[in-house]
């Protein structure tokens, strides 16, 4: 339990939070060979609404949909198009989600089927890379220490850390200050604290680090052409450490468990 002086923001995000852990559990189970982006979409808004929630993403600086669908080579902000999946897919789902006034998001990068050797690596990092920052977290901590966490699990096995899209601070809005990037020197940069909350969400490139954005003005691939992975938690700031709200763990007062 966190016995800090946000307590009631944190719990509300925290239900924010549970509502898009089971947005992505839902998305993945519905993710099969044949299914398109556009039916993910339908089945995300539907939880998110029928939990009480609104979507954080739909109408952001116009996003048309209520998840990002990045499959393959793209990195992060596909929008949910025609595409149907198949098997041997990598996909990304990022997903946010709006409760009295405060906001949860995350993201997961899953195979379809089975997945060549290389892309499981490539997930298995991206997601250890997530879980290294998040062990970071805590009052006094700086954001060096969670960005040198993840990127170290990216040069481990030589994968590109894209450094144009990164982390950010999230509360009553889905993207507030600070940055949050997954590079960093350990020691360096703004001390969290208690009550702040963050997103940690590394990007991890099975080729190169650099970005291209296509012509629909959202969607971000790799340059290369490489496959990417991305995983994003939701994170309160406590004295004991960090508090995950997204991972779908915290609280019995979620609305429609
Ligand atoms: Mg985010």
Known sequence: MITIKKRDEFERMAVAGATVAVVLRTVREAATPGVTMKELDAIAAEVIRGRGCTPS?????????HICTSPNSVIVHGIPNTYRLKRGDILSIDAGAIYEG???????????????????????????????????????????????????????????VVREYVGH??????????????????????????????????????????????????????????LSAHFEHTIGVTEDGPVVFTAGDLFSSSPGD
């Open 102 to 160: 405060f906001h949860g998001d995350a993201a997961i990068t899953f195979g379809i089927g089975e997945i060549d050797p290389a892309a499981q690596r490539l997930l298995d990092a991206a997601e250890a890379g997530l879980w290294a920052g998040i062990q970071e977290v805590k009052h006094g901590a700086r954001l060096g220490d969670i960005g040198s966490a993840v990127q170290a699990e990216a040069d481990r096995l030589g994968y590109g």
């Open 57 to 65: 993403f739909l109408g952001y600086h116009g996003f048309p949909a």
């Open 169 to 226: 601070g999230i509360g009553r809005q889905m993207h507030e200050e600070p940055q949050v990037p997954n590079f960093g020197k350990k020691g360096t940069g703004m001390k969290l604290r208690t009550g702040m909350a963050v997103c940690i969400e590394p990007m991890f490139n099975l080729g190169g680090p650099e970005t291209r954005v296509e012509a629909d003005g959202w969607t971000v691939v790799t340059a290369d052409g490489s």
